[in-house]
């Protein structure tokens, strides 16, 4: 290499050090000659042959980085691009995932190098023919991220150009978008799932907890060391289990331990268990070595780690055999070092809680977990737990079953809440069937609300210029916290108009002289006024909730037997009847009743209404 090549490279470097310092945009990790070849057509374009003149004039034109950024970032993209492999997506590799999942658990998905959005909005459409778009709502986030600024902006617009939608089907298209003059949108509901932030794969942290990573035709660009790190990054941010979704033009090392082969024509691998996944750490081809073996005292330390795990469990081996036993598990269901060695289907705890050789079985067959929600177990009268079962196959590489273990979750103090929750429901739907007035108020409220949702996941897809994980939780525990504040305040102002009005309806029935008395529609008393208890010195403690019929009183209650079924037969006239009775004082009396149907807001009978006072002679 001659000396003006020396130089020119030195300059080149200045260059990208010049766009690092001033931009934070570092591209020492790219392929040096197709970096190289975009800059050099770049400055072809503005007549500078020189690196330190190019410089110069980044430094008085800052327009110019991002025609330098558009040149070297060549966002190449199309909706389901590579058919072929996309279907294989759709049909098998999606409903695999789902299948190790359980129905209710979230998804996360993750498009690295996103460029203007389809990949991720093609990812939401594959997900919600899965799943529905109710459920994708419901459990499916989508992170989408790049290091061009501009393509971002595109992408949150979600509009594309008819030219761009080559790869959709009609059906597709009409499912999906909706048309707005000659652009086509990407449908609302569902583009709020799916969250567009900036993020470079070479300096940023990693997104994690990842169930499917699509990156396809990026890392092509790098160098292979640059790719040796942002693969363990990948392994890093992957679920157990999780799903590499690379391009055609990519290839992971072959003899790389932290990755398997799905399918290795269409690029699909899914992340290996048990190696070590350090988001810093780096990727070596040759790493052949057993980072476990270089830690004294593994097997004691991880039998010390299952004895002690908070969460009751016990391992059984491929044929049922009691195997492992933790301290929580002996304590929880008296299990003791004895029982090693038994059947499981010789031990009580085969059946109590809950009949587990079903689900061990189920889990054996399918090769795949089995959870058991909400298992209420009576150990001793009035001592009861709540149990959430989860039952995992353990297997080897090939594979084949080693045995299963069963991990017993107390889930006792949720439940509680939750029954509380749903008592609380009961009765504020029945306060609200009542008062309609107040359900309007309650619907311009949710609907207010629903604004304020969807501002906040506005404001959320805006705030993604940094994707540690600990942000991005606290985002959505920001979000929950508003919204049950919100419904807090809601329900405590409709307490109080509930008790000004339950209040008011109060005083009203008191200030009638006349007896009023309502049953519903089993003739059993609801309303009881101080206008009845002055007639017939019967209290309303007394009387609500008992049968008209059982009623003790001076008034002979069998006579209004056949007007009240009447009216809750849904009669439509009121029907008066005169009766002899005898008031509270013992002095005979002559009462004039009128029954009428009681009605809801819906129309319905909901019961009878009896109106009492003396009648006029």
């Known amino acids: 290499m001659n000396g003006d090549q020396v130089d020119s490279d030195d300059r080149f470097e200045a260059v990208l050090a ?211 790190r942002i693969l363990r990054r990948f392994h890093f941010a992957l679920a157990p289990r999780g799903l590499l979704f690379l391009g055609k033009a990519e290839m992971l090392l072959s003899h790389s331990r932290i990755f398997d082969a799905v399918d290795l024509k269409r690029r699909l691998f899914r992340k290996t268990a048990g190696t070590p996944t350090g988001a810093g750490a780096e990727l070596t081809p040759t790493a052949a070595h057993d980072p476990a073996g270089e830690v004294s005292g593994v097997d004691e330390l991880r039998e010390s780690a299952f004895s002690v795990s908070p969460v009751a469990q016990v391992v059984v081996t491929g044929d049922e055999v009691l195997a492992l036993v933790n301290q929580q598990a002996e304590h929880l269901f008296g299990l003791s070092s004895r029982d090693i060695g038994k059947a499981l289907r010789d031990l009580e705890l085969s059946y109590r809680p809950v009949e587990l050789r079903g689900y061990v079985e189920q889990a054996k067959a399918e090769r795949r977990a089995v959870r058991v929600r909400d298992v209420e177990w009576t150990r001793t009268p009035g001592d009861s737990l709540w149990l959430d079962i989860h039952v995992n196959p353990l297997v080897n590489a090939d594979n084949g079953l080693l045995g299963v273990t069963i991990a017993f979750h107390d889930v006792s103090a949720t439940r509680e809440l939750l029954d509380e929750l749903e008592h609380t429901n009961r009765q504020l739907e029945s306060a609200y069937e009542e008062l309609q007035s107040t359900n309007e108020e309650l619907e311009t409220t949710n609907e207010e609300l629903q604004s304020t949702v969807e501002e906040l996941e506005t404001t959320n897809e805006e705030l993604q210029s940094t994707n540690e994980e600990l942000e991005t939780m606290n985002e959505e525990l920001q979000s929950t916290n508003d919204e049950l ?98 008031d509270r004082r013992g002095r005979n009396t ?28």
Not at 590 to 617: Q, Y
């Open 590 to 617: 002559r009462v004039r009743v009128v029954v009428a149907t009681l009605r809801g807001s819906n129309g319905s009978v909901e019961g009878a209404i009896l109106v009492m006072e003396p009648a006029r002679v």
């Open 18 to 228: 010049y766009l690092k310092e001033s931009r934070g945009f570092d591209f020492t990790g790219y392929k040096r000659t197709s970096l190289a070849r975009r800059v050099r057509r770049r400055m072809s374009q503005v007549g500078i042959a020189d690196y330190d003149a190019y410089i110069d004039l980044l430094q008085v034109n800052p327009d110019e980085f991002e025609a330098l950024f558009n040149t070297i970032l060549i966002n190449v993209t199309s909706f389901f691009r590579d058919t072929e492999a996309w279907e294989h997506l759709r049909a098998d590799a999606i409903p695999a995932l789902l299948a190790e999942r359980g129905p209710d658990d979230p998804l996360r998905v993750w498009s690295a190098g996103c460029a203007s959005g389809p990949e991720a909005y093609s990812l939401a459409m594959v997900f919600a023919d899965a799943l529905g778009p109710e459920r994708f709502r419901q459990r499916v986030k989508i992170y989408a991220t790049d290091v061009d600024d501009e393509a971002l902006t595109q992408a949150r617009q979600a509009a594309y150009a008819d030219g761009d939608l080559g790869g959709l089907s009609e059906e597709q298209l009409g499912t999906y978008f909706e048309q707005q003059g000659n652009r086509y949108v990407f449908r609302k509901d569902l583009r709020r799932s799916v969250i567009f932030g900036r993020n470079d794969l070479v300096q940023d942290a990693p997104i994690s907890r990842i169930d499917l990573l699509v990156c396809r035709n990026t890392l092509m660009y790098f160098n292979a060391e640059t790719q040796a």
């Open 485 to 582: 504040q919100a419904i807090n305040d809601t329900l405590r102002d409709r307490s109080t108009e509930l008790d000004e009005l339950n209040a008011f309806m109060e005083s009203i029935l008191t200030s009638i002289r006349s007896g009023v008395v309502v049953v519903n529609p089993e003739m059993r008393v609801r309303v009881w006024n101080r206008g009845t208890e002055d007639m017939w010195g019967l209290r309303r403690d007394e009387a609500v909730g008992e049968h008209l019929l059982n009623l003790d009183i001076g008034l002979p209650v069998g006579e209004l037997r056949m007007a009240v079924k009447s009216a809750l037969t849904d009669s439509t006239n009121e029907e008066v009847l005169y009766i002899d009775a005898v």
